[in-house]
Every structure is written in structure tokens, then in C-alpha cells.
């Protein structure tokens, strides 16, 4: 493999990473609005 090949395995590089990333952020800022409904467990940490 080349090391272009290699760069196109990193994480960063990858589409699912960015999409993940973005999920947590707006869970983060949503989870103390949902806790209040009990739709997330204050277990739950984000």
C-alpha cells in the first residue's frame, strides 16, 4: 500500500468520524433539556 492509501484509512479521513463527532455535539447540547423530560437518565453522561 501506498501512503496514499494509508491516508485514506485514518480516522480523520473517514465520513462516519465527522457524522459521529456532530451526533455528541448536538447531544451534548440537547441533554439537559431531555433530562428534564427523563427522556435520558442522569446516568447518562455526554
Not at 492509501?5 to 485514518?10: E, F, R, V
Not at 479521513?13 to 435520558?40: D, G, M, T, W
Amino acid at each position: 500500500m501506498s501512503n496514499s492509501d494509508y491516508d485514506a484509512l485514518k480516522l480523520e479521513n473517514q465520513l462516519c468520524f465527522p457524522l459521529y463527532e456532530a451526533s455528541r455535539k448536538v447531544i451534548k447540547q440537547y441533554h439537559p433539556y431531555l433530562s428534564r423530560l427523563i427522556i435520558i437518565t442522569p446516568a447518562t453522561k455526554y
